[in-house]
């Protein structure tokens, strides 16, 4: 399944389920976003048990000043209402799938037991993308 538009209403409904959610923050003048986008939609049809989204900043300006997004793409990973992941830049096929494997195999028991937020999970190496403001 395609990553879907995501509203600040179906964010917060979304972000309060149980599984995993994938949020990328974007706008249609973004060069590294246009670039991202069919990777991020390729890699959320090959795992269609994980809700894959989209915010276009453009469009929801006050969700992404309150998320404090200053560049774009930003991706943005949850599991059952927990940020796991948020940084800035284009990530390269390889670097996602490396990101949805680590996000699938976390024990939540383990990350709930170290705080609220959870260490970052880190995409492997090549995944130095670019962003814009």
């Not at 395609?2 to 990328?24: N, P």
């Not at 976003?33 to 939609?41: G, I, L």
């Not at 490396?98 to 880190?122: C, F, I, Y």
Request: aromatic residues 8%; charged residues 25%.
């Amino acid at each position: 399944m395609a990553a879907a538009s995501m509203t600040a209403q179906d964010f917060q409904a979304a972000v309060a389920k149980d599984g995993i959610l994938f949020v990328d923050f974007w706008a249609a003048w973004c060069g590294p976003c246009r670039a991202f986008a069919p990777v991020y939609d390729e890699v959320s049809r090959e795992n269609p048990d994980i809700v894959f989204a989209k915010v276009d900043t453009d469009q929801e300006r006050e969700l992404s000043a309150t998320l404090r997004i200053q560049s774009i793409p930003t991706l943005m990973v949850f599991r059952d209402r927990v940020l796991l992941f948020a940084q800035p830049g284009a990530l390269p096929k390889s670097a996602l799938l490396d990101l949805v494997k680590q996000v699938r195999a976390l024990d939540m028991a383990k990350v709930r037991e170290h705080g609220k937020e959870a260490p970052a999970a880190t995409p492997n190496d090549e995944a130095a993308g670019e962003s814009e403001a």
